[in-house]
């Protein structure tokens, strides 16, 4: 098995996320990213994929059938565990919270959709400004408009994050992507099928 190795900066413990924003085309490019992810990941996936209500399981069980690492669908309340994959689901925001023991867990909400947008990554990305984390793994794939932008600027003032965007010549739609990239965000601009492995190369495994 390749191994992977993940340098962090001096000081900074093992405390790693990855958080993935996607939108049209997205299910397609999860499909060829997820299979990548080893299940020995040394940190939790979380994926925000714009979709309705009722189609994020299903989303879920067909990325869990093709890959080695676990994925399933978002359940509220939750700890995030370590190589593991979490797809929000379709009509909920999704934060992730600390409660009294340090722990994340998610914590889902129907407040109004942002910009038409329920889940929206935003929200997501913003919620990692109030938690524990030393290295955060930010990926933007295909997708209209700008979601995930916003969240990520305001991340990158406040964490060491790694921000990966999605190259235009493989998005269905350069919308989410052009935005981080435009706007100087992107520490990465890399094929879809280069994504999975960067992920890897980043956060390492246990």
């Known amino acids: 098995m390749e191994v992977y190795e993940v340098k962090l900066m001096a000081g ?52 869990n059938s093709r890959s ?31 409660d009294r023991k340090g722990n994340l867990t998610f914590c889902e909400n129907e407040k109004d959709p942002v910009n038409g947008l329920r889940p929206c990554a935003n929200i997501t990305f ?22 995930g932008y916003q969240g990520v600027k305001e991340l990158k003032k406040n964490k060491h994050i790694y921000t990966i965007a999605q190259e235009k010549e493989s998005c269905v739609v350069y919308g989410m992507p052009k935005a981080i990239v435009e706007n100087g965000l992107a520490d990465a601009v890399l094929p879809l099928d280069d994504i999975g492995h960067e992920i890897m190369k980043k956060t390492g495994v246990r």
């Open 12 to 63: 900074s413990g093992n405390r790693k996320l990855v958080v993935i924003a996607s939108s049209t085309g997205g299910p397609k490019a999860l499909h060829r990213v997820i299979p990548e992810l080893s299940a020995d990941l040394d940190a939790p996936v979380v994926i925000v994929q714009h979709m309705p209500k009722g189609f994020t399981n299903t989303l879920a069980d067909r990325l």
């Open 68 to 98: 080695n690492i676990p994925v399933s669908e978002v359940v509220n309340g939750e700890p995030l565990k370590k190589g593991h994959v979490y797809l929000a689901k379709g009509g909920k925001h999704l934060e992730i919270v600390q």
């Open 126 to 147: 913003q919620s990692l400004n109030e938690v524990s984390l030393d290295f955060v793994v930010c990926v933007v794939l295909t997708g209209m408009g700008a979601d």
